[in-house]
C-alpha cells in the first residue's frame, strides 16, 4: 500500500511538471564581483549556476553578468541587484518576473517556435512588460531597441514604447513617453543662486583675475515659486 501510494505521489509529481514546466534561469557569463543571496546567504555565483525562484542577483563596482532566463537573455549592469520571482512555463506560455529594486538591466526576449512570452521587469515606480523584444530599464527610465514594451506605473497607468523609443516614470507615478517626456524634461530653470569667495576644490571651480569661487545652480521645477 505504501509503495502504491509511493508511485502516485511520483506520477503526481511527474505530471505536476510536466503541466507547469518549471524553467530554470542560468548564468552565462560574468565579469567582476558577481554574487547571489539564497536561503539568507550571499555566495559568488559563477558560470554555469543555476538561480533559483526567490535568488537576487547582486553585481559589484564594475562588474556585470549574463544571465539566461527562459526566453530572455539579461545583461545586468555594474552596480545592480534583480530578485528572480517566477518563472515557468504553463499551457504553451513561458511567463517570468523579476523585481529591480537599484541598477540597471538590458534584457532581449526572444521569440520561441510554438511557445508564447510574458516578461515583466518591476520596480517601486513602473513595470517594463515585453513580448519578444529588446530594451535597457533601470526602474525609471526605459529605452527600446527593438519591438515594443509596455510601461505600467504603480496605478496601472500603461503606455506603449516602440523601438527607439524612450520612456521614464517619475517619482510621483506620471509616466512620459516621446513628445511629452521631452516636454517633461524641459520643464526646469536654471539659477544661480550662489557665488562663494572661498578657496574650495569643488565642482565647478574656476581660477582667473577675479579670484577663486564656486558657482553653485539649482534647477526649479518650471513655474515654481
Not at 504603480?154 to 503606455?159: D, G, L, M
Request: cysteine-free; proline content about 3%; charged content about 20%.
Amino acid at each position: 500500500m505504501k509503495n502504491r501510494i509511493g508511485v502516485l505521489a511520483a506520477m503526481f509529481l511527474a505530471t505536476a511538471a510536466i503541466a507547469f514546466g518549471q524553467q530554470t534561469a542560468l548564468v552565462r557569463a560574468t565579469s567582476g564581483k558577481v554574487e547571489v543571496l539564497q536561503a539568507g546567504q550571499w555566495s559568488a555565483l559563477s558560470v554555469g549556476a543555476s538561480i533559483p525562484i526567490g535568488a537576487t542577483i547582486s553585481t559589484g563596482f564594475g562588474s556585470t553578468a549574463t544571465v539566461e532566463i527562459g526566453p530572455a537573455i539579461m545583461e545586468i549592469r555594474p552596480l545592480t541587484r534583480m530578485r528572480l520571482d517566477e518563472l515557468a512555463e504553463r499551457e504553451g506560455v513561458v511567463s517570468a518576473e523579476l523585481f529591480l529594486p537599484v541598477g540597471r538591466v538590458r534584457a532581449e526576449v526572444r521569440r520561441v517556435e510554438g511557445l508564447e512570452s510574458e516578461f515583466r521587469l518591476r520596480s517601486t515606480q513602473a513595470t517594463a512588460a515585453v513580448r519578444g523584444t529588446s530594451f535597457d530599464f533601470d526602474g525609471r527610465d526605459l529605452r527600446v531597441l527593438t519591438g515594443r514594451v509596455q510601461l505600467i506605473n504603480q496605478f496601472q497607468q500603461s503606455i506603449q514604447v516602440s523601438g527607439g523609443g524612450v520612456a521614464e516614470a517619475s517619482d510621483t507615478g506620471e509616466i512620459a513617453s516621446g513628445a511629452d517626456l521631452r516636454e517633461l524634461l524641459s520643464a526646469a530653470v536654471p539659477s544661480a543662486t550662489a557665488f562663494i569667495e572661498e578657496s574650495v576644490t569643488t565642482f565647478l571651480q574656476r581660477r582667473d583675475e577675479i579670484g577663486t569661487g564656486t558657482i553653485r545652480i539649482e534647477w526649479e521645477p518650471f513655474g515654481g515659486e
